[in-house]
Each structure stands twice: as C-alpha cells, then as structure tokens.
C-alpha cells in the first residue's frame, strides 16, 4: 500500500482551503484517509499554513510520500524529511 500526504480540498465553491491528510494513493481526493496532519489555507491574506509537527515527521518517517504542492508547504513550514 502506497500512502501519500496530499491536499483535501474542503469549503465553499471559489472559495476553498485545504486539509493535509494521509492517504492511500488509490483513494480519490477528497475520499477516504488515514490520518489529517494539517492545514493550508491560500485565500488569506497572509496564506495559512499549519502542520501538526509531531505527527508529520511520524508519518514522513514511516514512508509516506508527499506531493509536489505539500512538499513545497513542507518546506515553507520548516518541516524536513
């Protein structure tokens, strides 16, 4: 099983934000997942963006892979693998 940390995207139509959520790879979307380790939200200004720490490094540790856009969030955050 292939687990990835993407976005969720959530709220109002043009007006989304977005949950950090762990997730297997062959899960839709916005459908089933694991675990949520945080928060990005890009219709604020300044933009939004929360990460339980403790939870992400666990997750980063046991293998889960992010995507493009959450590594960047990672990154911005001060997360590292």
Do not use: C, F, H, I
């Given at each position: 099983?292939?687990?990835?940390?993407?976005?969720?995207r959530m709220g109002?139509?043009?007006a989304p934000f977005y949950r950090v959520?762990?997730?297997d790879s062959r899960s839709p979307r916005?459908?089933?997942f694991i675990a949520e380790v945080g928060y990005y939200?890009?219709?604020k200004e300044p933009t939004v963006i929360k990460f339980?720490?403790?939870e992400t490094k666990?997750?980063?540790?046991?293998?889960?892979?992010?995507?493009?856009?959450?590594?960047k969030l990672l990154k911005v955050a001060g997360i590292e693998k």
């Open positions: 099983m292939a687990v990835k940390m993407r976005l969720r109002q139509k043009k959520v762990v997730a916005d459908g089933r939200d890009p219709t339980n720490e403790e666990k997750w980063l540790s046991n293998g889960a892979q992010p995507t493009e856009v959450v590594a």
